[in-house]
């Protein structure tokens, strides 16, 4: 590994499947196949990790994997789970700060897959609009958007929708398949079990079903 000092060189406790690691002089993250692991601007005194998560900071900065977070102050920024982050003015998907999003109003989306209890998607709602990671999902009704099996796809009152794109309107079998069930279950207390769903290319596009 470039740069790292042998005498000075520990790991740094963590929960994540990729090793960190520091010296007196700098933080790394360690790759398959990497050898400048670099973490640029983090500082190794103060460096520390969010709950196992791959968001960590120092002092001064904040950073997802190798990316800093710009004029984000580290003692401000929360880390909600492993994609998502806030910090007192803006969510932060990644690295990547959620422009036009209505901080106040933002929540969000949960979904719902299989029979496991409901989770983060990757999709972010304010009062007014509905965003795929950091991109505007444009013809969304953030009043009626549901995330829908495995956080990269939903649907609103009108439409279905792929990470941002709009699929048309939506189809029979999307809705006997994510809409219906996931309405019956829910309404009765419980999430869809003994029901599985395979995505293929986009929501429209989804054939495979096994009960």
């Known amino acids: 590994m470039d740069k790292a000092d042998a005498e000075t060189f520990v790991t740094i406790r963590h929960d994540l499947n990729i090793e960190l690691g520091k010296d007196k002089d700098y933080v ?9 692991c670099i973490i640029n601007g983090a500082e190794p005194e103060s460096f520390y990790v969010f709950n196992g998560y791959l968001w960590s900071k120092d002092i001064n900065h904040v950073f997802y994997m190798f990316d800093l977070l710009d004029t ?6 929360e880390a ?4 998502w982050g806030k910090s007192k003015s803006s969510y932060y998907y990644h690295h990547l700060r959620i422009d036009s999003l209505d901080y106040e109003t933002a929540e969000i989306v949960n979904t719902y897959f299989m029979n496991e209890e409901g989770k ?9 609009h509905v965003f795929f990671q950091n991109r505007l999902v444009k013809d969304a009704n953030p009043k009626t958007f549901i995330a829908d099996g495995v956080v990269s796809f939903g649907h609103d009152d009108k439409y279905m929708f792929d990470w941002e794109e709009n699929e048309g309107s939506i189809t029979e079998k999307y809705r006997k398949i994510y809409i219906d069930k996931k309405s019956q279950h829910l309404s009765r207390g419980k999430v869809n079990k003994g029901f599985r769903s395979f995505r293929a290319l986009s929501p429209a596009s989804i054939y495979v079903v096994i009960w």
Not at 72 to 77: L, Q, T
Not at 80 to 83: L, M
Request: charged content about 20%; proline content about 0%; overall charge negative.
């Open 72 to 77: 984000v102050k580290a003692n401000e920024f």
């Open 120 to 128: 983060h998607s990757d999709y972010i709602k304010d009062n007014n």
């Open 80 to 83: 909600i789970n492993e994609n």
């Open 28 to 36: 790394f993250l360690l790759q398959f196949g990497g050898t400048n």
